[in-house]
């Protein structure tokens, strides 16, 4: 569906030093620094897939998203979404997709939320009855039915991410593309547009691509993803291969009678109080199953928790890794 080979992109960005006369300098001589925003990106994204394409500010995820949606024209590359070049075939090709950008909106200010979906309506040529059904669906899965009346302006940030959504997708499109679209929100609100999320890839078989920030989300969300760092493509993998890369650090907390002073090697006890450890198990010398079988040994256990590798963990482990 989604095919993605060697695009690159680069910018010239303005530079100046600070002060007066350099401000005075710059009405007649400019300096431009040229930033290579992609390196020969390649990547490619199969139907139904939902997939976190994730990196440092600046590494190049919202160009590569306004390259895939027809905002901008690479410098060179390729990429095919369901046959077309976006940026060739822009009319045709926005029909096949939405777009959601956390920091950017699609709906106008001081009007009704429902003026905007009857104008995205009309731009996009839906039919009355097929609206219609969407419309009942999206504001009865993102609960947005008593706030559609509402102008824009007036809306939470919460409220108006929710509508955003429903937005981008009164078209039906194929493929969804999701730029930080919780940014800001509240817990209840993350919650409710991730259910959403799964529920129209499992039943419509909407393609997600992801950018966010937020490792819950990813956690939510996908089983595959993308890093990028520097403008190029890092790392293209599964989410639970890649914890399995990182876990060789586990941690124990552990309640319990006895005295527990020592442990053996593999275990570091980071934080003991009175009946309660927190205890570290690097798995490269000690199994989890056999540290817990030693503390039953040396104490009387009352509960234990085992914590499992995060994609908190990944990602953090990822930038270090390549050094982003």
């Known amino acids: 569906m989604i095919e993605v080979k060697n695009l690159c992109k680069t ?6 030093k600070q002060g007066l006369n350099e401000a005075f300098k710059s009405l007649f001589t400019r300096k431009y620094e ?16 939902m997939v976190g394409y994730i990196g440092p500010n600046g590494a190049g995820k919202s160009t590569t998203i306004k390259i895939m949606s027809g905002i901008l024209n690479p410098d060179d590359g390729q990429c095919i979404i369901n046959g077309r070049t976006p940026w060739k075939d822009r009319i045709n090709h926005v029909k096949d997709i939405g777009v959601v950008f956390g920091q950017r909106s699609q709906l106008w200010w001081d009007v009704p939320v429902s003026d905007s979906f009857s104008l995205i309506k009309d731009i996009y040529k ?3 009855n097929k609206y219609e059904r969407n419309i009942k669906e999206l504001t009865e899965l ?15 940030l919460g409220q108006r991410m929710r509508c955003e959504i429903a937005a981008s997708l ?19 609100s993350k919650i409710s ?6 529920n129209i890839n499992k039943e419509r078989k909407t393609t997600v691509i992801l950018t966010t920030h937020d490792t819950q989300d990813l956690e939510a969300l996908t089983k595959r993803i993308i890093l990028i760092g520097k403008g190029r493509v890092l790392l293209d993998g599964q989410l639970d291969d890649l914890k399995e890369k990182f876990s060789t650090e586990r941690t124990l907390i552990l309640n319990y009678y006895g005295d527990l002073d020592k442990v053996c090697n593999g275990l570091i006890i980071r934080e003991k109080y009175d009946g ?18 030693y503390l039953s040994s040396k ?3 009352i509960d234990i928790q085992v914590s499992s590798t995060t994609v908190e963990d990944v990602v953090v482990g990822l930038y270090k890794e390549y050094k982003i």
């Open 193 to 198: 547009v991730r259910e959403f999320i799964k």
């Open 170 to 188: 009164i078209h039906s499109p194929k493929i969804l593309f999701l730029d930080e679209p919780t940014i800001g929100l509240d817990s209840i």
């Open 11 to 16: 910018f010239k960005v303005y530079k100046r």
């Open 276 to 293: 309660r450890a927190v205890i570290e198990v690097d798995t490269s010398i000690i199994s989890v199953s056999d540290s817990i079988g």
């Open 299 to 301: 104490v009387n256990i």
């Open 126 to 128: 839906v039919p009355q």
């Open 142 to 156: 993102l609960n947005i039915g008593d706030i559609i009346k509402t102008p824009t302006r007036q809306l939470s």
């Open 34 to 49: 040229t930033v290579h925003a992609l390196k020969n990106v390649s990547f490619s994204i199969e139907e139904g897939e």
